[in-house]
C-alpha cells in the first residue's frame, strides 16, 4: 500500500480493519461510517446530521469556502472534488458514495468501487429552501437519522426566523457579491441560497437581473455602480485580489466602498443547504447593524 495512502487510513485511529480477501470494511456499525462524500453540500449536511461521513473531497477548501460546520481531522481527505483518489476509496470501501449531479460523470467510475447515490439540490424551477429539506430528510434517511434530519429542518426554520425578529424595520436592499478576480463579482440573486435566506429574512435584493441555476450572474464592478443598497461582500477572495482591489479606482468609487458602508463576512457556502443557509443568516444579520 502506497505510503500516502497508509498515513491517511492511520487518520482513522482503528475505525477501519482489514479482512483478508476482501479489503477494508468498517468495525463500527454506524450506517454514517461507510459513506464518502465527494460533495461538500452533502458533506456539511451529513456533519450537521451528526452523522459525519469518513471522507470528504478536498478537505482544505471545504473550510477555506464553506467555513463551517467543521470537519473533524478524522475525515480522510479524497483528493479533488473533479478527481477524485479512486485508489484511496478503494481502500476506504465506503457503502455509500454521495455526489450531486455536478459530478454525475464520476459515477461510472466510482460505482465500481461503492454504491453511488446523487441528491439534488438547485434544480430549476424547484422552490431551494424546500429542496434543500427535502434532501437533509434524504440524507436521514441514508444515514439511519431521519428524526435528526426532522429536527436540523425545525432548528434551521425556527432559528432564521429568531434573526428576522432581531433586524430593524428600515434596511436598504442587500447586494450580495463574491469576487472572482478585482474587476468581476458574483452577484448573489433568484435561485440561490442566499436568496432564500433574505426571503425568510424579510429583507430585499437589490440584485433583479437573472441568474442562472445556481443563483447568481458573473458581471464586471461597473454594473454595480449605481445600484443603492447594503453591499455584502463574501469571502474568501482569490490570492491577490484584496491588495489589488487597494489600487482600483473602481472599487474605490463604488457606492458603499466610497462612503465605507460595506460589509465583509467570513465564508459561507453559497451552493450550500440548510447548515449554510443558517450560517450566512447568522452573519449577515450579526453584521448588519454595525454597516
Do not use: C
Not at 481531522?73 to 485508489?87: A, K, Y
Not at 477572495?237 to 474605490?252: D, F, I, M, N
Amino acid at each position: 500500500m502506497p505510503a500516502s495512502i497508509t498515513s491517511r487510513l492511520r487518520r482513522l485511529g482503528g475505525s477501519l480493519m482489514l479482512v483478508s480477501g476482501l479489503g477494508l470494511t468498517y468495525a463500527s456499525p454506524s450506517h454514517a461510517e461507510g459513506i464518502a462524500s465527494i460533495d461538500w453540500t452533502l458533506a456539511e449536511t451529513l456533519v450537521a446530521l451528526e452523522a459525519p461521513p469518513r471522507g470528504v473531497a478536498q478537505v482544505d477548501a471545504y473550510h477555506e469556502w464553506v467555513g463551517e460546520p467543521h470537519l473533524t481531522d478524522q475525515v480522510i481527505d479524497l483528493g479533488l472534488r473533479s478527481q477524485p483518489n479512486t485508489e484511496l476509496l478503494a481502500h476506504l470501501a465506503p457503502a455509500h458514495i454521495v455526489i450531486s449531479p455536478m459530478f454525475a460523470n464520476l459515477a461510472p467510475r466510482l460505482s465500481k468501487i461503492g454504491r453511488v447515490d446523487t441528491f439534488h439540490l438547485y434544480t430549476p424551477g424547484r422552490d431551494t429552501w424546500e429542496e434543500a429539506a427535502t434532501l437533509t430528510r434524504e440524507l436521514g434517511e441514508v444515514t439511519g437519522r431521519s428524526a435528526a434530519a426532522d429536527a436540523l429542518i425545525a432548528a434551521a426554520d425556527g432559528h432564521i426566523e429568531a434573526l428576522r425578529q432581531q433586524l430593524p424595520e428600515e434596511i436598504r436592499p442587500m447586494l450580495i457579491i463574491q469576487f472572482m478576480d478585482e474587476r468581476h463579482v458574483r452577484v448573489f440573486g433568484e435561485n440561490g441560497l442566499f436568496q432564500a435566506v433574505l426571503d425568510r429574512l424579510g429583507l430585499e435584493n437589490a440584485w433583479q437581473e437573472p441568474t442562472n441555476a445556481w443563483g447568481f450572474s458573473l458581471v464586471g464592478l461597473e454594473q454595480l455602480m449605481k445600484l443603492d443598497a447594503q453591499l455584502v461582500v463574501v469571502e474568501p477572495y482569490p490570492t491577490g485580489v484584496e491588495e489589488k482591489l487597494r489600487r482600483s479606482a473602481l472599487w474605490q468609487h463604488l457606492p458603499g466602498v466610497r462612503d465605507d458602508t460595506y460589509i465583509t463576512l467570513p465564508a459561507a457556502w453559497s451552493f450550500g443547504a440548510l447548515p449554510s443557509a443558517r450560517r450566512f443568516a447568522e452573519l449577515l444579520v450579526e453584521a448588519l447593524p454595525a454597516a
